[in-house]
């Protein structure tokens, strides 16, 4: 165990003890994290910016609110209805279209007025929320999705995944929803996520819960080989976001539409450590080498210069 | 820098600890179990003597205590009588029981209780008194030195020379100058006053001394005397069979010199009966009452001195600490989910009330029904917090047809379902549908799992009696405790979990 351990420690991967007490705690001020939990606020400070998210439709903040909403909503035909509090995917309610006085969902049912209303009434109330604090609902522009991951990713959202340290992209993983996730592209939830070269922005292996799949479970198309569009737009708004937010550790979601290319969906200021098995390599040692590279922090290297290093140093071995 | 600093918080809340307790046990004594137990001697006297109608003055001493020895609870019963402790010229400490007027049979108490403790009574620092030329008679200075030259003569120092003198003494043939000296009948206070005035002629400081032995309950006990003597540093001690310097422990200085125990004027010379009853006293409550007397402040100052109701509380809650600490190691070593924080911690409290395998049944049985209640309630899509407020009904309710059926079944412990575990549970139900809201269904009963086992593990941590008194008359322990946690708070290496979340990382060639 000790011996497993070592070389864990060796091969600089990240546990989570480390990474609250060397990264988090030290590097993500406690009252930064709001920018990353709340998704209003995120859009908010990614549009000053400049970096595109999806078109916010309508804020939905009491139950008030919630009867003109139907009417706020009438010149779309189909968009996102979430919590800005969310986690995991829970609570969105993408509609498609429109039956009649009906909305209609990415499932195909249909969803009428009132059951429309009682959902937001209960997102407002923070069922979806963390720890339950009362939430507001986002009504946003529908992602059309690239077509690049439809072999490997089984309905809902595919996204991907950049850990961001400093501004460096350390390490990157797409998200690719199964049957056992519902939909949803959080691994914890059964989704499967690939890695991708940060030098090249092609997929590597998968991680499913913590073993490696070649291949995705429902399709059965491999997940590795295929090549992320638009990779250097997004290691740039990747290494952008730091200035964003200020946290110094933080993970950013990104989908690609097929007409407006990459969006930033959310950031995360806790991003998980199961990208590690994605990619096969330590967290750390990539950790360890910007930590080195920024020295003292008064060098400020521009968010391209950030990039040209993470492309030149965090390639995948052996891939 | 900053880990310099937790080191140096750790190290000096670990010393402080350290330091604390060694005190208590060493110097103050408390015990490290509860039902350690300390022979505790009762001594009584009693005076018996009649008065004639004037003023009546009775003098004794009082024990002084001695390293070892501690002297408790004096008290006297003297109905009527003055009482005042005074020192005399002769270095004893007598009591003095004094009346305008008394008439007839009077009978007077004092009494004492002494235990042989850890607590040190200070000996007083004494430099080698003057030796006094002895008062004799010619008669008797003929046959002292008589003894003493033999004495002398078979004796290499004064150590030696006062066991030989006491030797000749006790000698069942005496010589003649030992009968000239003694008489025909000898007591051993004539044989002490006798070896003590030899001692004196050949100019060693010596005194006599007179105690009682604390070995068995005696009804009446009698004074043992024996022998003094300064070799320059300090006083050792002779009994009169001559068996060397030093003195069985069991023997309780009472007063020294020649002055007789009772000096009486205005009655008769009184009767003196001495009691000596040995009992055995929790140490705990021995050491306690020692400290109230002697206002040591870790004593009127600790946690004993509370009232007792709240002194129940805090034994129940000092044991928290050790709770937490365990499930600090057991979230951020090994990496065991739980619900909330401290949740596991409260819920291993609320198995005291109900003891173990009955917690875990009952806990069990009771969040199983409270997640099928919401499982059901989710499908009538109700709005969060009435839900979980209809789970919490249906939970008390739940918890209610429990303890109605173990009643009735006869199944006791069911009653002990209190107000405590009540709440604790409805709170982890609470807790387990939000999680099972956010994170599914999967985690939640992964959770509830982990819970339910590092519950366990804390109530077993925390519930022996020993961890109990150990904290309770030792709180500074949990500065220990409290060094240790932040260490654990500065610890970045792996969790258990992680190794196996991450075993195919561990490769060599990644």
Not at chain 1, 102 to 109: F, M
Not at chain 2, 253 to 269: N, Y
Not at chain 2, 433 to 448: K, Q, V, Y
């Amino acid at each position: 165990m000790l011996g497993l351990a070592r070389r864990l420690r060796a091969n600089g991967v990240l546990g989570i003890n480390a990474r609250n007490a060397l990264y988090m705690l030290p590097h993500n001020p406690r009252r930064l994290y709001p920018l990353a939990d709340d998704k209003l606020r995120t859009k908010e400070i990614a549009a000053k910016v400049g970096i595109k998210v999806p078109e916010l439709y309508a804020v939905v903040a009491s139950p008030g609110d919630v009867r003109s909403l139907h009417a706020a909503l009438a010149g779309y035909q189909d968009f996102v209805v979430k919590p800005a509090h969310g986690s995991g995917g829970e609570g969105i309610i993408v509609v498609t279209g429109r039956a009649g006085d009906n909305y209609r969902l990415s499932d195909g049912t249909l969803m009428d007025h009132a059951d429309m209303a009682f959902h937001v009434n209960n997102l407002l109330s923070g069922i979806y929320s963390l720890g339950g604090q009362a939430d507001k609902a986002l009504v946003e522009y529908r992602v059309r999705f690239d077509p690049v991951f439809d072999n490997i990713a089984y309905q809902g959202v595919p996204d991907v995944r950049i850990v961001v340290y400093f501004g460096y992209p350390v390490m990157a993983m797409v998200r690719l929803p199964t049957r056992a996730s519902r939909g949803r592209a959080n691994l914890h939830q059964g989704a499967i996520g690939a890695g991708v070269d940060i030098a090249t922005g092609t997929t590597l292996m998968a991680v499913l819960k913590t073993g490696i799949v070649a291949d995705h479970p429902d399709t059965g198309h491999p997940v590795s080989g295929i090549c992320v569009p638009y990779w250097q737009a997004l290691l740039d708004i990747a290494a952008r976001s730091w200035e964003l937010t200020g946290l110094a550790y933080q993970g950013v979601d990104i989908v690609l539409d097929r007409d407006l290319g990459p969006l930033v969906l959310e950031l995360n200021a806790r991003p998980g450590l199961a990208i590690q098995i994605a990619n096969r390599a330590g967290l750390r040692r990539r950790l360890e080498l910007v930590d080195k590279a920024r020295g003292d922090g008064t060098a400020a290297p521009t968010a391209a210069e950030r990039v040209a290093f993470a492309k030149a140093r965090f390639a995948a071995v052996g891939a | 820098m900053r880990s310099r600093h937790v080191f140096g918080l750790a190290a000096a809340l670990a010393l402080i600890g350290v330091a604390l307790f060694l005190y208590k046990v060493v110097a103050v004594g408390l015990p490290l179990k509860r039902d350690k137990m300390t022979d505790l001697w009762e001594v009584e006297v009693a005076f018996g003597f009649n008065a004639r109608g004037r003023p009546v003055r009775l003098t004794f001493p009082v024990p002084p205590g001695a390293p070892g020895f501690t002297i408790v609870n004096q008290n006297f019963v003297s109905r009527g009588y003055g009482v005042s402790t005074a020192d005399a010229l002769d270095g004893n400490r007598r009591a003095v029981l004094s009346i305008r007027k008394a008439e007839g049979r009077q009978s007077l108490y004092y009494g004492f209780a002494v235990l042989r403790g850890p607590t040190v009574v200070a000996a007083k620092a004494e430099g080698p008194p003057e030796a006094v030329a002895p008062k004799l008679s010619e008669p008797e200075r003929i046959a002292a030195e008589a003894i003493q030259l033999a004495a002398v003569a078979q004796s290499a120092d004064a150590t030696t020379f006062v066991v030989q003198v006491l030797k000749h003494l006790a000698e069942h043939r005496p010589m003649r100058s030992v009968v000239a000296l003694l008489g025909d009948r000898p007591t051993a206070l004539k044989k002490i006053n006798a070896a003590a005035k030899i001692a004196a002629l050949a100019g060693l400081p010596v005194r006599t001394v007179h105690g009682i032995s604390l070995g068995l309950d005696r009804t009446h006990a009698r004074f043992d005397h024996w022998l003094e003597v300064h070799d320059g540093k300090q006083w050792l001690s002779f009994l009169p069979d001559a068996s060397g310097p030093g003195l069985p422990d069991d023997k309780l200085a009472w007063w020294r010199g020649p002055s007789p125990f009772t000096e009486i004027s205005g009655g008769d010379q009184p009767h003196v009966t001495i009691t000596v009853s040995k009992s055995r006293n929790p140490t705990l409550q021995v050491v306690r009452t020692l400290g109230e007397q002697a206002k040591a402040p870790l004593l009127t100052w600790s946690l004993f001195s509370l009232p007792l109701q709240t002194q129940i509380v805090f034994r129940l809650l000092l044991t928290v600490p050790v709770g937490v600490f365990l499930l600090v190691i057991m979230r951020n070593v090994v990496g065991v989910k739980t619900f909330g924080t401290f949740m596991p911690v409260l819920i291993a409290l609320s198995f005291r009330e109900t003891q173990l395998v009955w917690g875990i049944a009952l806990f069990t049985v009771v969040v199983s029904g409270g997640l099928l209640v919401r499982l059901y309630l989710e499908q009538l899509k109700l709005l969060l917090v009435p839900r979980l407020a209809a789970v919490l009904i249906v939970v008390i309710l739940l918890m209610a047809a429990l303890s109605i059926l173990s009643h009735k079944l006869d199944i006791t412990s069911g009653l002990s379902v209190a107000l405590f575990p009540m709440v604790i549970m409805t709170m982890t139900i609470e807790r387990m549908s939000i999680t099972w809201d956010e994170l599914g269904g999967g985690e939640a009963i992964r959770e509830g799992i982990g819970s339910l086992l590092v519950a366990v593990l804390c109530y077993l941590a925390m519930s022996p009696p020993a961890v109990e008194h150990l904290l309770f008359a030792f709180p500074e322990l949990l500065l220990i405790v409290l060094a240790a946690t932040v260490l654990l708070g500065r610890y970045s290496g792996y969790r258990l979990a992680e190794l196996a979340r991450f075993r195919v990382l561990g490769g060599r060639n990644t």
